[in-house]
């Protein structure tokens, strides 16, 4: 029997905008050798995710500036209203004047979450600009997809620190928090000691791309519990297959797996 998978952590963009964006993205990248396995549309991630045996993917859209929220939230909305197997988180600039009404147009649109990513727009997570759109989330009952750890876009600063990330579900407690990368590359120690035990999801996206911390990734999940991880690739970002095959021989109990591939996703996004 084939198991259900959702990709909690997929990017592509509108059709005309994807050749565009991912040159940018790719440049970005490139001298971390790191390269896109698709063309950044959703038809390129839809058919890379379903040669991986992945059924369904949640867009992790970004606004990385203010002006741009509005074209990035019609574009998430405009995901979740066609007959793809796809799910979309909206997004919401920290210098955004129209925060409120913005995620309710989202709430509206049948969209449970928004993605961020300090790095991007160059703020960090601590900023009392991001508290304000965590509260707001926090009363409408949204999660927030965070960006965490190393970036190639902001390579000597990283703005969602594990510290960064344990304030906020200090001060945030009924926030559904998920801090993407497995709480993010390069600071994976303090992750363990800092957030194992606390109310902060994962997501376990481009833990393939990390051999050397096989183990202590493992170690994470069993210690911090598998009803707190989100399967995710991070496509175009990351070989499909190969995220799956990191969980599939992790040694985790088969009821495990069944969460993170599924169950976890499937309660957040309000799925029957
Ligand atoms: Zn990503």
Known sequence: MMRKRIDFHVHCFPDA???????????????????????????????????????????????????????VNDFALSL???????????????????KDS??????????????????????MITDPRYDEIFSLCEERGMYVVTHAGFDPVSPSKIHATADGLLSVIRAHPKLTFIAAHMGGPAQLAEVREKLTGTGIYFDTSLSSTRPDEREELIALIREHGPDRFLFGTDTPWSVPSEEVAFLETSGLPDGALEMIFYKNAARLLNLN
């Open 17 to 71: 905008l994807a050749p565009r964006a991912m040159d940018v993205l790719r440049s970005n990248a490139a001298p971390f050798g790191i390269t896109p396995h698709t063309d950044g549309t959703a038809d390129g991630a839809s058919a890379i995710l379903a040669e991986a045996g992945i059924g369904a993917a949640h867009v992790c859209n970004i606004a990385t500036n203010a002006r741009q929220e509005k074209k």
């Open 102 to 123: 913005e995620l309710d147009r989202l709430l509206g649109g049948g969209i449970r979450g928004i993605k961020i990513h300090p790095d991007y727009v160059g703020i």
């Open 80 to 98: 979740a209203a066609s007959d793809r197997p796809l799910f979309a988180a909206g997004s919401i600039h920290p210098d955004s004047g129209v």
